[in-house]
Nanobody, 119 residues
Framework: QVQLVESGGGLVQPGGSLRLSCRAS????????MGWYRQAPRKGRELVAT???????NYADAVKGRFTISRDNAKNTVALEMNSLKSDDTAAYYC?????????????WGQGTQVTVSS
């Protein structure tokens, strides 16, 4: 079994910064894509950013230039540096990983961490 645990959410003022972290643990052979998604109240879950094992990245248009995703393959962690935060960034943020365990690959989700941007 594989577990993803996020940390780093909280309350921040508009224009502020936060750093989210996610660590994968368990029966992991390797991890392909890792990413961050978010879900605001009364909205569906949406992609924020992803990073592949070769460190290539993909960002939602809404966060380009403000958010940076990174990963540490040796530690099975992924981070999201969020700058110039806006009220529209308020949401629960979820970490996702495509994990290879033996001959299979499967996606796993973290439990989510709340980010609230408000003055």
């Amino acid at each position: 079994q594989v577990q993803l645990v996020e940390s780093g959410g909280g309350l921040v003022q508009p224009g502020g910064s936060l750093r989210l972290s996610c660590r994968a643990s368990g029966s992991i052979f390797s991890i392909n894509t890792m990413g961050w998604y978010r879900q605001a109240p009364r909205k569906g879950r949406e992609l924020v950013a992803t990073i592949r094992s070769d460190s290539s990245t993909n960002y939602a248009d809404a966060v380009k230039g403000r958010f940076t995703i990174s990963r540490d393959n040796a530690k099975n962690t992924v981070a999201l540096e969020m700058n110039s935060l806006k009220s529209d960034d308020t949401a629960a943020y979820y970490c996702k990983a495509i994990v290879v365990t033996g001959a299979l690959s499967r996606q796993y989700w973290g439990q989510g961490t709340q980010v609230t941007v408000s003055s």
